[in-house]
Nanobody, 119 residues
Framework: QVQLVESGGGLVQAGGSLTLSCAASGTIFAIVGMGWYRQAPGKQRELVARSDGDIMYADSVKGRFTISRDYTKNMVYLQMNSLKPEDAAVYYC???????????????WGQGTQVTVSS
């Protein structure tokens, strides 16, 4: 079994910072990419940042959020600075992983971590 476990969410004032962490564990043959998505109440889940050889950010977080990976630990981080109330959401870790060389990569999701930004 493979799982993704996030940590680091919480309550922060507008303008503050948080760092989210996500660890992939289990039988992992290869990780193609890792990233972060978020979903606010009443809205669709959206991509925040992704690292799969290239790095991409949603326009709304460019210049404020930084994604990074620790390849030795199968981890991905999201450093969030200058947080705004509109950044409040449940943040989900996503990874495209292979559990065997015989099986193609598939998407895995973490359970989500809440980020609340007070104005």
């Amino acid at each position: 079994q493979v799982q993704l476990v996030e940590s680091g969410g919480g309550l922060v004032q507008a303008g503050g910072s948080l760092t989210l962490s996500c660890a992939a564990s289990g039988t992992i043959f290869a990780i193609v990419g890792m990233g972060w998505y978020r979903q606010a109440p009443g809205k669709q889940r959206e991509l925040v940042a992704r690292s799969d050889g290239d790095i991409m950010y949603a326009d709304s977080v460019k210049g404020r959020f930084t994604i990074s990976r620790d390849y030795t630990k199968n981890m991905v981080y999201l450093q969030m600075n200058s947080l705004k109330p509109e950044d409040a959401a449940v943040y989900y870790c996503n990874a495209q992983m292979q559990t065997s060389r015989l099986i193609g990569p598939r998407d895995y999701w973490g359970q989500g971590t809440q980020v609340t930004v007070s104005s």
